[in-house]
């Protein structure tokens, strides 16, 4: 290496020094404001809930809006989700629970959402991610409620209308899809192993691919991965954090069918959100069996401009051949327009039951 290439290297190598410097003291000064904050909650009666899902919100849409470059915003998001998840450690750490065993899609949203900082529990059930929230276990739950390409996971609005926990976040995770293995090549496989849902994303790659290999559905992609570490002659789908967990290598990435392939997480709590700027508001309905129920049902979120993201009908719990309906709009509840809507909904329907207000989540 030539001495004036050395000596460039040097300079921006002490400038670069000098910044992490900077940016640790900063870091140090935002900690000691994030327990500032800790204590005057506490001294007006406030610190039993320290997380606040609108407020970190609005920081990291804020941040992403004044990012000037070069990193990217997803980066830049991700940066100050880690430095918030310190911070508020700091303050109190959070429990949460989430589908299980480690190495899961639901553990990837978790940290997404939450960061590296909190304690996560593994949960052998979605009842149970409700039992634990619940029952004061587990502070925040994180549970899979639709799949772009497999639709709602029906268990989860069941639970949702039975418990009395509220929707106070969401998680959208991109779900990609890899073949695992301790082995080097295809030749050398006998045996899959995935979870059901994977084997259908999957299932034309999988025919083109390997079509003659024997699939074993599992309980979760995690516990193929695991079986495939175990086993020099098995593969696994399953995703980034299982790989990395049982330390396999990859023989093909990214082999869903649909690339757009997404999974949205509930973030389930005791107390609500409040409005962030930009929510959304779930709720869940009922309507008699007669002609022009439903359309009675939305009529009010139509004339008072509110904007329905999603509809989904289900069969009430004990009912013969009787429904209710999911229902997510763009708003918080507390908004003029939204609150006067659901007033006017609660007197049309069965019944109504607001599952939570909460920040829109970002891809």
């Known amino acids: 290496m030539n001495e004036a290439l050395q000596k ?8 670069i020094d000098e910044l992490d410097l900077q940016m640790l003291e900063l870091l140090g000064r935002r900690a000691r404001c994030a327990q500032e904050v800790g204590r005057i909650k506490a001294s007006h009666g406030e610190a039993g809930y320290p997380y606040r899902p609108e407020r970190e919100a ?7 809006g004044l990012n000037p470059g070069p990193l990217p915003e997803g980066s830049v998001r991700q940066i100050f989700r880690e430095i918030m998840s310190a911070c508020l450690a700091l303050e109190l750490p959070l429990k949460v629970a989430y589908l299980g065993p480690a190495g899961t899609f639901s553990e990837s949203a978790s940290r997404k959402h939450f960061g590296s900082a909190p ?15 619940e029952s004061k276990h587990a502070d925040y739950g994180v549970v899979p409620v639709e799949n772009s390409s497999e639709g709602a996971v029906g ?16 998680v959208p995770l991109r779900i990609h899809h890899h073949l695992l293995s301790r082995a080097e090549n295809f030749g050398a496989l006998r045996r899959l192993y995935s979870h059901a849902q994977s084997l259908a994303q999957c299932h034309e790659w999988l025919n083109r691919k390997l079509a003659s290999l024997p699939r074993v559905p599992v309980a ?9 570490s175990e086993d020099s002659e098995s593969c696994a789908i399953a995703g ?6 049982y330390g396999l290598g990859k023989l093909a990435s990214n ?10 997480f509930l973030v389930i709590a005791r107390h609500e959100a409040g409005p962030s700027g930009r929510d959304k508001t779930s709720l869940v309905c009922s309507a008699p069996n007669c002609p022009g129920a439903v359309h009675a049902l939305l009529e009010p979120l139509s004339r008072h401009g509110i904007d329905m993201s999603r509809l989904q009908s289900r069969p009430a719990p004990g009912g013969m051949w009787e429904y209710v309906f999911y229902i997510d709009i763009l708003g918080h509840r507390a908004d003029a327009p939204i609150a ?5 909904l609660g007197e049309r329907a069965g019944f109504v039951k607001i599952l939570g207000s909460y920040p829109v989540g970002v891809d």
């Open 240 to 245: 980034e954090a299982a790989a990395e967990l």
């Open 155 to 170: 268990s989860t609005l069941d639970l949702l209308l039975a418990h009395s926990l509220k929707v106070c976040g969401e």
């Open 220 to 228: 979760s992609n995690a516990e193929a991965a695991r079986m495939a």
């Open 340 to 344: 006067a809507a659901l007033a006017e």
């Open 58 to 64: 609005q920081v990291l849409q804020r941040i992403a």
């Open 8 to 15: 460039e290297l040097a300079g921006k190598r002490r400038e």
């Open 119 to 133: 304690l996560l529990l593994p949960q052998i059930s979605i009842d149970e991610v409700f039992r634990a929230v």
């Open 255 to 264: 082999i869903e069918d649909n690339s757009s392939n997404s999974t949205r």
